[in-house]
């Protein structure tokens, strides 16, 4: 996909949320339930536990997290300014987590530096124009994975079910395209377009294999059939001396 229209539909998706996010807001206060098959693989991850939210929205995967994992640190990430201010009112009411709330551009935007015990990457994969824009998110994404930490992300199968393919709407003229790109239609409250790629299992398999991590959990959940996301947890191995612990600290691109 070519610079322009990666712009372009990244300049789509970020008026379509300015346009939508009281109506987005108030259609997403529940945690997902793949969210709970999630928790396992954090169990033994030692207090404080920190966090990365890329596309962290209104903030409800931190809310969610902040009775199972003790001492929560959540660093929020989107770069819509109204969810980031949906997302603050919520997390200033919960005690015991500390949180940071950050407007960024996913793709335009300089990431986070610091190493997490968890990244998570919710609702997001799908509004990234191009797989190589995509392979590169995760494969920057888990270089903020810290030894022994979980990489966690989700793609929205929205094209296998009848009732997401009736909001496709004609691709623009000129626009450049890859497989799996359409654009929606918002239907609740203000009617908006945004842009949606569909990421098949190849193309997941890609994307975790891009992260360089140990791919440890796939399942689907969430939605009304509860299967609608796919999910991929990934883990890098702790640390076994020293040495490594030295190494990965000075460089986050490290693979073990």
């Known amino acids: 996909m070519n610079d322009e229209t990666i712009a372009a539909l990244n300049a789509l998706n970020r008026r379509f949320y300015e346009t939508v996010a009281p109506e987005f807001d108030a259609s997403r206060a529940h945690p997902w339930p793949g969210w709970v098959t999630l928790l396992p693989h954090l169990e033994g991850m030692a207090a404080p536990t920190s966090v990365l939210d890329a596309g962290c929205g209104n903030g409800r995967f931190g809310v969610f997290l902040a009775e199972p994992v003790k001492a929560l640190r959540y660093h929020g990430i989107d770069s819509s300014r109204a969810l980031i201010m949906s997302a603050k ?87 450049d395209r890859e497989a799996g790109d359409f654009l929606l239609v918002w239907r609740r409250g203000t009617p908006a377009l945004r842009y949606c790629h569909y990421v098949d299992d190849a193309e997941h398999d890609r994307l975790a294999e891009a992260t360089g991590l140990t791919r440890i959990d796939d399942y689907r959940a969430d939605g009304e059939p509860g299967d609608v996301n796919a999910y991929t947890v990934l883990k890098r191995p702790p640390c076994t001396s020293s040495t490594e612990a030295v190494q990965s600290a000075a460089d986050p691109d490290v693979q073990e």
């Not at 015990?117 to 998110?137: K, M, N, Q, Y």
């Not at 966690?152 to 009848?162: G, H, K």
């Open 89 to 175: 009112r919520a997390l200033v009411a919960l005690k015991d987590v500390e949180f940071r709330l950050d407007q960024r551009d996913l793709l335009s935007d300089p990431k986070p530096g610091d190493q997490v015990d968890l990244v998570a990457l919710f609702g997001v994969l799908h509004h990234i124009p191009g797989e190589a824009a995509r392979r590169a998110l995760v494969r920057e994404l888990a270089a903020r994975v810290a030894p022994g930490g979980i990489l966690v992300f989700a793609c929205w199968r929205f094209y296998e079910y009848p009732r997401f393919r009736d909001r496709i709407a004609a691709w623009p003229e000129g626009w």
